[in-house]
């Protein structure tokens, strides 16, 4: 593969694609803006006879249309590819795609517009072999029940994969909204239980052509669900079934406060035929969707119910996880604050710390910094990353700098006796198993001046702006990172700190990023520091961190040191 098709191989085959087509139950696969196929099924391939590696990143109209005698399609006679151009939905019964021996498929086709996160409009693909022509006066019955199963599939489709590729719970509400309106109904209301087991009405939207129109004065909370009453929405809300609702049943003397806000629903929208399905988790009752027709002649049916269902199942899935990481993100973020210690005030000195975790793991990770000042007066510095982006790693991260801090503080040792001391440690003492370390100490000299000594355990180089933005890695002093469990002598590196020049210890998430190399990292750290190099301290942390940060793969802690612009003068030492 070369060109497109490596850039399209790159970046196809996520996780979630290929779950979302494996629960299709038939053949399918997906392509992006170009007609690149970028995920396949296990059905497709072996329909096809061709590894899913072997789809991925051809482009589908060359691979696959043929004629009914296996001849390549131009364009202009390939009614799926018109289709494709014209970006709506579309299927035929009357195709043929081309099988790995050479063979041709006759097969019947759906396709239908995808969204594809962070890639635009995809199209969703969905084939089945078609049975052989009959002899010539033959008559076989053809209905559209065969397509509408299809249709059902392809959005159901859809709906686990759009719905399980967030994990922040109003954003899975608001897709499955635009799901189903207006395609199923015209109004949709969710109501979700609370973790204090409070019920919430948090949507009430109504489609208006175009638009999906928002009601809050509908929403909000709800009273208590009773433990034995009939009525649909309580049974629904308790896990127990799903039900049609006409208005009339809510009209009849209402048996529960819930049942006096669902008739105040029915009477201010107009819904004349509803759908009530629960929102039911792997562990608890997540809450009831209602769909509801007001605007459209149809009436639901009991056909509809396991359509209802199948969504509901589908958008229960996703919610649980999004509230199941939200809840583990909350703890993370308190043990963060807990964690990541408070710098102390050094006269002269400036400080500045940042962190941010990873967005795909629990918002706490292994990356840390320290700072904290000596029984000698000296200030010492490290930063570190402890292997992992949870909260094991989390753990260990804590137990190394609580170590670290105290071989500083009961040893008046140059730092590279103390990273010496803590590789002796981590293996038999914490559950780390690697990581890597910068140990600093700085110290103010007879003649006013700072000076920095540092040892470097595997870790990124310091970096030294001056403050006319010249800039320097400082290299000296490194060696393995910890962990290793090879015994060797760690070196120590001692350098003049000028005046009002800025000191960074960082982790690898800053430079760090999927096609760009280390040095390629570095270089655009250097070249962005030594621009902001005059800007006060906060403002030069924050706006390197905007600036320098790759999309967010890796944990970065950043902790910035700014020193008084003349030596011995120890104005404006504000400390952040």
């Known amino acids: 593969m070369t060109g497109a098709h490596d850039e399209v191989a790159r970046h196809a085959m996520r996780p979630g694609f290929t779950v979302a087509l494996e629960a299709i139950g038939v ?15 296990s059905r497709a391939e072996r329909m096809l006879g061709r590894r899913a590696e072997e789809l991925v990143g051809q482009d589908a109209h060359e691979l696959l249309h043929r004629g009914a005698q296996g001849q390549p399609l131009h364009v202009s006679q390939c009614a799926m590819r018109q289709a494709f151009h014209a970006g709506h939905p579309a299927q035929g019964d009357d195709d043929y795609f081309a099988r790995a021996d050479g063979s041709v498929l006759p097969v019947s086709w759906l396709i239908t517009p995808y969204a594809l996160e962070g890639r635009g409009a995809g199209t969703l693909v969905i084939f089945h072999p078609r049975e052989e022509e009959r002899p010539t006066g033959a008559h076989p019955e ?11 599939l392809a959005l159901l489709a859809e709906t686990t994969t759009r719905l399980t590729s967030t994990l922040n719970v109003d954003e899975a509400l608001h897709r499955l909204v635009a799901l189903v309106l207006p395609r199923l109904a015209d109004w949709a209301v969710i109501d ?43 049974r629904a809300l308790r896990g127990v079934a799903s039900a049609l609702v006409e208005p009339d049943v809510y009209h009849s003397p209402p ?43 149809e009436s639901f049916t009991a056909a509809d119910l396991p359509l209802m269902e199948d969504i509901a199942r589908r958008a229960s899935l996703a919610l649980d996880n999004a509230r199941l990481y939200q809840r583990q993100r909350a703890i993370a973020e308190t043990m963060q604050n807990h964690l990541l210690p408070q710098m102390p005030r050094v006269p002269g ?98 003649d006013g001046s700072w000076q920095l000594t540092w040892s470097n355990a595997g870790h990124p180089p310091p970096l030294l ?104 003068n120890a104005a404006g030492d504000a400390l952040r």
């Open 27 to 41: 053949s399918a696969y997906l392509v992006d803006e170009q007609g690149h196929i970028i995920a396949a099924n």
């Open 142 to 152: 053809r209905t559209a029940e065969p397509m509408s199963e299809l249709e059902r």
């Open 192 to 234: 979700l239980i609370t973790e204090h087991d409070e019920v919430w009405r948090t949507a009430v939207v109504h489609s208006e052509g175009d638009r999906l129109v928002p009601h809050e004065e509908l929403q909000g909370p709800m009273p208590p669900v009773p433990e034995h009453s009939t009525m649909p929405l309580s």
């Open 255 to 297: 048996d529960s406060g819930i049942a006096v806000e669902q008739r105040r629903l029915f009477d201010a929208t107009g819904i004349r035929s509803a759908v009530v399905v629960p929102l039911r988790g792997t562990r608890e009752v997540l809450g009831a969707l209602t769909l509801g027709r007001a605007d459209k002649l």
């Open 349 to 446: 000195l400036q400080l500045a710390v940042r962190y941010l975790p990873a967005p795909d793991a629990s918002q706490v990770g292994g990356d840390w910094y320290d700072a904290f000042t000596l029984s000698d007066g000296a200030t010492a510095l490290a930063i570190g990353d402890v292997v992992g982006h949870d909260l094991e790693a989390t753990a260990g991260m804590a137990q190394l700098r609580n170590m670290l801090r105290a071989y500083a503080w009961s040893q008046q040792t140059p730092p590279s006796r103390i990273v010496e001391r803590l590789d002796e440690a981590i293996m038999p003492i914490t559950d780390v198993t690697m990581a890597t370390l910068v140990c600093a100490r700085v110290t103010r000299t007879d």
């Open 465 to 568: 702006v001056t403050r006319d933005g010249l800039t320097e890695y400082l290299t000296g002093g490194h060696s393995l990172l910890l962990g290793t469990g090879i015994s060797t002598r760690r070196p120590d590196a001692t350098v003049v700190l000028p005046p009002g020049c800025t000191l960074l210890l960082y982790t690898d998430g800053l430079i760090e990023a999927p096609g760009r190399t280390i040095d390629d990292g570095l270089n655009r750290l250097r070249q962005h520091a030594a621009v902001l190099a005059h800007r006060p301290l906060p403002s030069f942390t924050d706006q390197l961190l905007r600036r320098v940060q790759p999309p967010g793969l890796d944990d970065v802690a950043l902790l910035t040191l700014r020193m008084p612009n003349e030596p011995g």
